[in-house]
């Protein structure tokens, strides 16, 4: 069972070192993405402006060969620019329908904070249901079909915060941070041998999986073992969200569910075909950070999210 695991596995590992080439100085941000990518969760990047979030997700498109769209979104930006509509053809005297860029398999929602609740709001049905409706008519999407939203860290002035309905639908909040000296001289150096990250398409990267490859590998997870004093575990962490005395706000039902396939993802890529609980503490800081909520107390308090949640994996046990 190992060597069946493993061989799919080195496609993936090869993926990931060919987007550290471009990404540098981020390898818990590749990671984690892998893991996104095999679990088909959506994700959310959020870092200051400059740091490669919308050349990851270029990158990343063009090495799995995947369709690739991106929308930028302002205050001005309408549902029917995501979705698409119905226009009137005179000559034909008929509707046809204009699809608007959701019908791709990977979306890029570029500063999604930067839109209105029901811009937002269209998003949802596609993320959750992977269709879309247009005049009452329902249309399915790509299989493959991912939505990464990036979001700057900074700026507040003109935003409009995600309601906690559409960031649940997100499987983890990633952070892009600077990268080190050593990292950021790589890039330099990349720069200077002439990598225009402006122009992927004329770097000739060469492709490392592709669409089907990325729909196997999502089946064969989902028969990655999981014993029940794992799930047993897993129960406890999300429960004590809840209780946890510093949130307000804890995990969902649904966020359970995503923790469990992201562990099985994470597991598979590490060559294994069961999940410990590393792989359950692994997900826990980019799957939880969005969705838990701080109580006012807490907030004046100066902890942070990422805090409370490394001290909420030390208060539950971790099975033998």
Not at 94 to 99: D, G, P, V, Y
Not at 226 to 244: I, M, N, P
Request: a negative charge; glycine letters at 4%; hydrophobic letters at 45%.
């Amino acid at each position: 069972m190992r060597d069946e695991v493993n061989e799919p596995t080195n496609i993936f590992a090869r993926l990931a070192n060919a987007l550290s080439q471009i990404v540098v100085g981020q390898p818990a941000l590749v990671q984690q993405l892998m893991v996104a990518l095999l679990s088909g969760g959506h994700v959310i990047l959020e870092g200051v402006p400059g740091t490669g979030k919308t050349l990851t997700v270029k990158a990343l498109a063009q090495l799995v060969q995947a369709d690739f769209r991106r929308i930028q979104l302002t205050p001005d930006i309408l549902p029917s620019d995501i979705l698409g509509t119905n226009i009137f053809d005179f000559n034909t005297r008929s509707f046809t329908l204009k699809r608007g860029p959701i019908f791709t398999q990977i979306l890029l929602a570029d500063e999604i904070n930067r839109t209105p609740p029901k811009t937002q709001s269209a998003l949802l049905e596609a993320m959750e249901e992977q269709q879309v409706t247009l005049d009452g008519e329902s249309m399915l999407l790509p299989d493959l079909f991912w939505v990464i939203a990036t979001q700057n860290s900074l700026e507040f002035e003109g935003t409009y915060p995600l309601p906690e309905a559409q960031l649940d639908r997100f499987l983890f909040k990633l952070i892009v941070d600077y990268p080190d000296a050593k990292a950021e001289k790589h890039m330099l150096l990349n720069a200077q041998a002439g990598l225009q990250t402006k122009r992927l398409d004329l770097t000739n990267l060469k492709p490392m999986a592709t669409v089907e490859q990325v729909l196997a590998a999502r089946q064969a997870i989902r028969s990655i073992e999981v014993s029940e004093a794992l799930l047993d575990y897993l129960l406890a962490l999300v429960q004590r969200t809840r209780q946890h005395p510093d949130l307000a706000l804890g995990a969902s039902p649904r966020s359970a569910v995503a923790w469990l396939q992201a562990s099985k993802a994470n597991a598979w890529l590490s060559g294994r075909n069961y999940v410990t609980p590393d792989d359950v503490k692994a997900i826990a800081p980019p799957l939880l950070r969005h969705r838990l909520i701080l109580r006012a107390e807490a907030q004046l308090d100066g902890l942070q999210i990422d805090g409370v949640i490394s001290s909420l994996l030390g208060q539950v046990p971790v099975p033998r």
